[in-house]
RNA sequence: GGGCCUGUAGCUUAGUCAGGUAGAGCGCCGGGCUUUUAACCCGGUGGCCGGGGGUUCGAAUCCCCUCAGGCCCGCCA
């Protein structure tokens, strides 16, 4: 069984009504890694609608949490801000100072990322938390958690293992300058809370407005309250012994909730395409990954690892492979037989769980999302045929398709040529035409090759320089100079492009300047 | 120091929660497609399930120990 499935059949023991959430601080540039928080919180969403439950996904927002430090990309500028909630402070400009305050930090960051959702299928409901905090529902918690101060300070402690200072108290105000650092509390009477800020200024804040916000840990713990919240799968950050989960559920429980069980999943990694991006820390956006490959082949890196398992971004070869498997499973799913172990049909039921939660669109049968054409082989062809007209042709005539392409494809295509052009492709997959025949090509060919690479240049000289055309002089070349057909090709591949196999020369010649060709071949010679 | 996760075929892994004869894909090898040699189809090779012990009629699966790798314990998903 799926694991999000196997979720929501623990969670249907809770009752019917399901609350799947995601919490993210919007700091900076969101990243791939925070596509696992929503996509965890989701895909179990989305098996408790499938078990027939009464589902909703919701997306918090932690719009109030303070700006810790001047960020790398931050102008010195911002330093003024520190400590300030993050839905109060101007998003930075271009070139990192800060802006005239017409868009807020949280909403900068948090745009793109919320388009990015919208294209891969996820549509949450977005609670900005400090809209929480302004519209008093943590009211009712702050209370109680200051009536409860030391409890849950004794709770903190024995817990996390760590030492609260003697002044802790369970709500950071926010001091005259809009700045949370610094203001100590000094005082209690509901519904405010009065403090003294480093500057010495005095003030009150009320509990029922924005006026300050609870630490993370209670703050959290309120929420699940607030929202009634049974899902919350934490990264594993959250999840360590003594983390926040830990602290989390006792908490809730102190301020009358039921706190979800715990789910924890593991961390993505970015996986360098060679040792290059390894050490210069390169992310990948969602927004870029996705303007790659098509959102189901996102969602499906998510859903095919178990949540607890790490998994690696790459970029690479390992995409292509991951897109492929995805279009093998949806073309060719696995069917239930008889004679199939319990084992198996476990699998295949995983399997299955996988690609439906993939989908973009969980209504929409999977089979629509495929392109009929493995990535590699479109990869290739994309980079041997300029035109896209000559891409569909060729896969007309390879039986990959018939007649028009379909939309996925045509995006397909689209992507694939992102990919070829950008950054993040791999090596490997590279065709690169060569301008004369390399040394180590040279060993390869041998006397034979060389002869045949010569017949063939005069073959090529004179034939109709037609797909067809240029087939022929292939295997005209390979028979008077009595070559076998393997060796004949493998002596182009190395001439052209320096390897051993390769996409279909004919086509492959075809797309080359004739000049080019012509000259490349005609200087083969043994040296 | 405390804790979490992972270790299954060359590679990526399913199966571990509910114990019942080791599954898949990729790769590789062979064959076919009278030829797209990174297309397509068919077949095959390949695993003392990290190691040791225990429970059991039966263990990849449960329990204990051990080795290896990754990670978390600063409000960083």
């Known amino acids: ?199 010495g200024n005095e003030g009150k804040s009320d509990i029922r407005k924005a006026h300050g916000k609870m630490p993370w840990r209670i703050d959290w713990a309120a929420r699940w309250v607030i929202h009634g919240i049974t899902c919350e799968p934490a990264g594993k950050d959250h999840g360590a012994a003594g983390g926040s989960y830990d602290t989390g559920i006792p908490i809730c429980k102190l301020l009358g909730g039921n706190p979800p069980d715990k789910i924890v999943y593991e961390w993505i990694q970015l996986k360098g395409m060679g040792p290059m991006s390894s050490s210069s820390g390169l992310t990948i956006g969602p927004m870029e990954a996705l303007s790659l490959v098509p959102p189901e082949i996102l969602r499906y890196v998510i859903a095919r690892s178990k949540i607890n398992r790490h998994i690696e971004f790459d970029t690479g070869s390992a995409l292509f492979q991951t897109a492929d498997e995805y279009e093998r499973l949806v073309a060719n799913p696995v069917q239930d037989v008889k004679e199939m172990s319990k084992r198996q049909m476990v699998a295949a039921e995983t399997q299955r769980g996988a690609i439906r939660l993939s989908q973009v669109n969980p209504e929409s049968d999977p089979i629509d999302s495929v392109g009929g054409v493995s990535f590699r082989h479109l990869s290739m062809l994309a980079q041997i045929k300029s035109s896209d007209g000559d891409v569909w042709s060729s896969l007309n005539r390879s039986g990959h398709i018939k007649g028009e392409p379909s939309d996925s494809l045509k995006v397909r295509l689209a992507r694939m040529r992102n990919w070829i052009d950008g950054p993040h492709f791999p090596e490997d997959a590279k065709l690169e035409i060569r301008s004369e025949i390399g040394d180590d090509a040279r060993g390869e060919i041998g006397t034979t090759g060389i002869n045949f690479l010569r017949k063939l240049e005069s073959l090529l000289s004179e034939c109709e320089w037609t797909d067809a055309g240029i087939s022929e002089s292939i295997s005209e070349a390979c028979e008077s100079t009595e070559v076998t057909r393997k060796q004949g090709f493998a002596s182009i591949y190395w001439a052209i492009i320096g390897r051993s196999n390769g996409p279909k020369a004919s086509s492959l010649i075809f797309e080359m300047d004739r000049g080019n060709i012509l000259s490349l071949l005609g200087n083969a010679k043994l040296e």
Not at 32 to 38: D, F
Not at 166 to 171: A, Q, T, V
Not at 185 to 198: A, H, I, L
């Open 1 to 199: 069984m799926h694991w999000a499935d196997y979720t929501a059949q623990r969670l249907m023991q809770r009752g019917d009504r399901q609350v799947s959430a995601s919490g993210i601080t919007p700091s900076g540039e969101f990243h791939i890694g925070h596509l696992r928080e929503i996509l965890s919180a989701e895909m179990i969403h989305r098996a408790c609608m499938d078990a027939g439950m009464n589902s909703k996904y919701i997306f918090i927002v932690d719009s109030m949490d303070p700006l810790r430090r001047v960020y790398d990309f931050l102008s010195p500028g911002y330093e003024d801000y520190i400590g300030c909630p993050l839905a109060f402070i101007p998003a930075p400009l271009e070139d990192g100072s800060p802006g005239d305050g017409s868009v807020t930090y949280a909403d900068y960051f948090l745009k793109p990322f919320l388009d990015a959702l919208e294209q891969i299928g996820v549509s949450p409901e977005v609670v900005m938390n400090h809209e929480t905090y302004e519209k008093g529902l943590f009211a009712e918690y702050i209370d109680l958690a200051i009536r409860n101060r030391d409890e849950i300070r004794g709770i903190i402690q024995q817990i996390s293992g760590r030492d609260l200072p003697s002044d802790w108290f369970p709500y950071n105000p926010i001091g005259s300058d809009g700045s949370m650092d610094g203001v100590s509390v000094t005082g209690y009477e509901k519904p405010y809370v009065f403090w003294r800020d480093s500057s």
